[in-house]
């Protein structure tokens, strides 16, 4: 289908891109890779009367290291995510995600800044940002603002940015020693969207008890989530196979999981505790500096 029809700017500039998103407020949107948005457009889903191209906003796709942090540009591609050695070396876990979103193509155009704005319920990254305990930084004509991921995600394709904001970065702080994360997930075979997927980023202090650690799920629910049950249960303890299934099984605790064609709510729930396990397991190996 053809979108209904639009104006299109192409800001060189992120000013210009924010005093454009300023003037024409909701009837304006962004388009970054274009991957999410352009399909809805499509179908008529959203229909935009002005559409704000950020794609030559050059400054936004850097991936590079400041204060202490990771700082990737909310405009790095999938693709840059991958390939980058940065990443490799600090944060490994960005991309091994990276790594598992849909096909060569979505990953050349799809960007770190439209997926955690779009906010698919399925979407990969939200896991691994809310494992990482990453910041998400919005830009407004007004100013900045700093916003923890785990406050980030409200609900369904909604998070806490607000009309006018754009998403400009996003903050990963470095992690420790004896420190492991990995992202394991259950991908549909179409699309490679997560049917449920888990993020997990683990430190093991003395004795190789658990020091610290991070879930996140994606695909389950109508937005990402920590899962703070199961965090609770491994705090202090030794990750023995029996703790780690029985924490496990805990990351839907409280949570109501989506069931559609593609998946039922049961189906869903019990592949989050596969998957959650599988990426515990890894993320302790990794802690402990085996391969996994
Ligand atoms: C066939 C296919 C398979 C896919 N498989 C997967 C998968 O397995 N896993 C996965 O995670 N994703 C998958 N995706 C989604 C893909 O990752 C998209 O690239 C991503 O969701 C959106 O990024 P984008 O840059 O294309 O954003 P766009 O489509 O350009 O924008 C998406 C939304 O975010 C807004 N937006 C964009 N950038 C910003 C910004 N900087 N600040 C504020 N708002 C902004 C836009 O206005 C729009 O509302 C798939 C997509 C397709 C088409």
């Known amino acids: ?14 000013d210009e891109a924010l005093r454009l998103v300023a003037r024409h407020g909701d009837e304006a949107k962004l388009l970054a ?82 997926s955690l704005a779009h906010a698919d319920p399925a979407a990969d990254y939200p896991a691994a940002i809310l494992a990482l305990d990453a910041e998400i930084v919005a830009t407004s004509s007004s100013g ?50 997560a049917l449920a997927g888990a993020a997990a980023r683990v430190t093991l202090g003395p004795g190789e008890k658990i020091e610290s650690v991070a879930i996140g799920i994606t695909g389950v629910a109508v937005n990402a989530y920590r899962a703070t049950a199961a965090e609770q249960m491994l705090i202090g303890k030794k990750a023995a196979p029996k703790l780690l299934a029985e924490a ?16 039922s709510a049961a189906y869903r729930r019990a592949a989050a505790a596969v998957y959650a396990r599988r990426a515990l397991e890894a993320a302790i190996a990794r802690a402990g500096g085996k391969k996994a």
């Open 248 to 263: 496990a099984e805990k990351v839907t605790d409280g949570i109501d999981p989506l069931g559609d064609i593609h998946a």
């Open 33 to 114: 890779g274009g991957h999410s948005l352009l399909p809805l457009m499509k179908l008529r889903l959203s229909a935009p009367r002005y559409v704000v191209d950020i794609g030559r906003i050059r400054s936004l796709r850097s991936i590079r290291e400041e204060g202490g942090r990771i700082v990737i540009g909310a405009l790095a591609t999938h693709h840059d995510v991958e390939a980058s050695e940065l990443l490799r070396i600090t944060c490994p876990l960005l991309p091994e995600t990276a790594a598992e979103i849909g096909d060569v193509q979505v990953r050349n155009r799809g960007t770190v800044g439209g």
């Open 1 to 14: 289908m053809i979108p209904a029809a639009f104006e299109y700017f192409a800001p060189k500039s992120l």
């Open 144 to 193: 900045t603002r700093v916003i923890p991921a785990a406050e980030y995600f409200v609900d369904l394709l909604t998070t806490q940015l607000r009309p006018g904001e754009i998403l400009t970065e996003v903050r990963i702080p470095r992690t420790g020693e004896n420190s492991g994360a990995a992202y394991r997930k259950l991908h549909q075979p179409a699309s490679h969207f």
